[in-house]
């Protein structure tokens, strides 16, 4: 067996601050740790590393980028089928499976970052950008919101049952390589990564870009 280095440090410490904020915003959201201020906070750094993440996919590490991990429909009903006859090869990266998963949750992210942006309970919390469209868009965003954190934590509780059944079913350990970036391989195996300084570029144009749709809703705000 070799070790074979799989995930870049962006992509871990993405993955894992990702799963921080959303567990922040809801504590924030229904158990009151937090004043709602950060809450609005905690989404927009949000928005901002989705949008990394899904840059980071297209011109980031081989193993990161969508045309390594996301196959088509036939590629995914035979591992499906592979999997129930517990014959399916394992993957380096992510399963055909898994590809999809990512894409979810990072559309589900997306959709739960923008609709709060535009969201507002009619009393005290008003989205930035909630002055700058209709009260019936706002409705529907708020509505889209509410909805939309159901189907999150729905993608999120699949997710770690995937995550623990590789564990307890196929001795597949996802969650140390997803901290370390290591994993190990029948062959050796050498990767192809990004530079750091591109992913420090790109999380910076993903920011300035949030920040920059924030400013510009808060400043419309309080024109109104």
């Not at 410490?13 to 567990?23: E, K």
Request: proline share 3%; with cysteine.
């Amino acid at each position: 067996m070799h070790r074979v280095k799989v995930w870049d440090l962006p992509t871990r410490l993405t993955h894992w601050a990702l799963a921080a904020l959303v567990l922040l915003q809801y504590g924030t959201a229904e158990w009151h740790w937090l004043s709602m201020d950060w809450h609005f906070r905690f989404g927009y750094a949000t928005l901002a590393l989705v949008l990394f993440r899904v840059a980071w996919g297209f011109a980031g590490s081989r193993s990161s980028r969508f045309a390594d991990f996301v196959r088509g429909p036939a590629r995914v009903a035979a591992y499906l089928r592979a999997t129930l006859a517990r014959r399916e090869a394992r993957t380096l990266g992510h399963n055909p499976l898994g590809g999809w998963s990512v894409l979810a949750l990072l559309l589900c992210l997306a959709v739960q970052g923008v609709s709060g942006l535009f969201g507002s309970d009619d009393i005290t919390l008003f989205g930035p950008l909630s002055s700058r469209v209709s009260d019936g868009a706002v409705a529907l965003m708020t509505a889209l919101h509410k909805f939309n954190r159901v189907v999150l934590l729905a993608l999120v509780a699949l997710h770690l049952v995937a995550v623990f059944a590789h564990l307890a079913f196929k001795r597949d350990n996802l969650i140390a390589p997803m901290l370390h970036g290591w994993k190990r391989w029948p062959a050796a195996v050498a990767l192809r990564f990004a530079p750091g300084w591109r992913a420090w570029l790109l999380l910076a144009i993903a920011a300035a870009l949030v920040w920059g749709v924030v400013a510009w809703g808060e400043a419309g705000g309080a024109a109104y």
